[in-house]
């Protein structure tokens, strides 16, 4: 069974430039989240998709920060304009309904210079 | 406020030596504790989920305890490919809450 898909693997852009992310989740689940990982902490939930409809995102920074997941497959994270506060990790990770056990990706390092 | 803590932050060991790791929760009304591995530059593994008090789970040298307030994953006879970072993280049962992760414990097992 193929794990969750994440592309590009590293990033290096200047704040104020604009990112974006994918994300491939594992085939038939329902539930996808995104997480950032800053360097030493765990990773913190940004955005839970049930399909393609958002469950949760109160931790997600909205005047910079957006993500859409269309045709609740594939989903992207888009980061407008970056700040040096966002270099961190980002994880992808699906589940076949909330609350099961989670698959993640092997994340996107962002470096906001 | 809703609060994972794990310790130690950093563990060296040598090999063979065991040890615990401890997840202290303090949520109102646990639906699952689960622990992760994290390798460098990879994303967390799923290693084990526990639910209700007294429940353990067992995986090669790998074994998950939880009780009311905490979790121990001990690790026996540990070997070098043991070393990476491991995570706990709790859901509970209010409302729509997202899984809460700890800081994880960073585990060296030197040959």
């Known amino acids: 069974e193929a794990g969750v898909a994440q592309s590009p693997r590293y990033k290096i852009i200047e704040k104020r430039q604009s990112v974006a992310f994918w994300c491939n989740p594992i085939s038939g689940h329902a539930t996808l989240y995104w997480y950032q990982q800053i360097l030493g902490q765990g990773p913190k939930l940004l955005i839970q998709?049930?399909?393609?409809?958002?469950?949760?995102d109160s931790q997600l920074p909205k005047d910079r920060f957006s993500a859409e997941r269309l045709k609740g497959v594939d989903s992207t994270l888009k980061i407008q304009p970056a700040k040096l506060e966002d270099s961190a990790v980002y994880l992808c990770?699906?589940?076949?309904?909330?609350?099961?056990?989670?698959?993640f990706g092997a994340g996107t390092r962002l470096s906001v210079l | 406020e809703d609060q994972v803590t794990q310790s130690p932050e950093a563990l060296r060991l040598q090999e063979g030596e065991s040890s615990s790791l401890n997840c202290s929760y303090t949520v109102s009304g646990l639906r699952g504790l689960f622990w992760y591995r994290q390798d460098p530059g990879k994303g967390p593994e799923f290693l084990f989920t526990l639910y209700s008090a007294g429940e353990e789970k067992e995986k090669e040298r790998l074994k998950a305890t939880l009780t009311k307030k905490e979790s121990f994953l001990h690790i026996t006879a540990p070997k070098p490919e043991d070393s990476a970072t491991y995570l706990c993280?709790?859901?509970?049962?209010?409302?729509?809450?997202?899984?809460?992760f700890g800081k994880g414990t960073r585990l060296s097992v030197i040959a």
């Open positions: 998709f049930q399909n393609n409809g958002v469950v949760d």
């Open positions: 990770a699906s589940s076949p309904q909330p609350w099961d056990i989670q698959y």
């Open positions: 993280a709790v859901y509970h049962f209010s409302g729509n809450t997202p899984l809460v």
